[in-house]
Structure formats: C-alpha cells, structure tokens
Nanobody
C-alpha cells in the first residue's frame, strides 16, 4: 500500500505563501484519493482539501479561495498551494490516502506551518 511523506512547511509572514507536498511511495499512487488536514495546537483536526484519483477536488470552508490542491501522478505527489496565509492557518498539516470506497488510516508524519503577523 502507499506511504505518504509531507514537506514544505515552515515559518512565513502573514500574507505570504507556501506550497506543501505530499509524496507517495509504493504502487498505484494514481489510484488513490488524497486529502489534506490540519491540526492547530490544542484543537481538533480540520479537513482542508481533497483530490480524487480522477482529479475532482473539494475544499473545506476554512480555506476556500486561498488554497489550491493539485496532483502530479508521475511525480506521485499531491500539492497544497497556500496563499494569503493568516496566523490562524498555523497548524500541523498532514495528508491522508483513500480509495474509491473510503478514507484509509494512511497518514504522513505532518509538516508544521507557522504564520506570524
């Protein structure tokens, strides 16, 4: 089955941008749906965005219009382009894999994003 590794987090000033990557290893990455979640310290995990194997995307209400999810199956990577970042976007961002039936318990280790004003 696929394994996921996130990267691209860091420290950014309010209004700035970051691009996160979720790289998959293993076979048939293109068959998987992939979602991004985030969890701020002391808070529950929130859904950010997902992209299906056929390219259909969905966004959570928290980031609609500022974040863009995309995928490159040749590179086995799902990206999360984050623009106009706000301090409230500070969180640990993780990606998750799913199949056509359900979301799986396959997560990356997370990448931390810190936005300062």
């Amino acid at each position: 089955q696929v394994q996921l590794v996130e990267s691209g987090g860091g420290l950014v000033q309010s209004g700035g941008s970051l691009r996160l990557s979720c790289v998959g290893s293993g076979r048939n990455f293109s068959d998987y749906n992939v979602a991004w979640y985030r969890q701020a310290p002391g808070k529950h995990r929130d859904f950010i965005a997902s992209i299906r194997s056929d390219g259909i995307v969905k966004y959570g209400y928290l980031v609609r219009g500022r974040f863009t999810i995309s995928r490159d199956d040749v590179a086995k990577t799902v990206y999360l382009q984050m623009n106009n970042l706000e301090p409230e976007d500070t969180a640990d961002y993780s990606c998750r894999a799913g199949n056509a039936i359900r979301w799986l318990d396959i997560w990356g280790q997370g990448t931390m994003v810190t936005v300062f004003s």
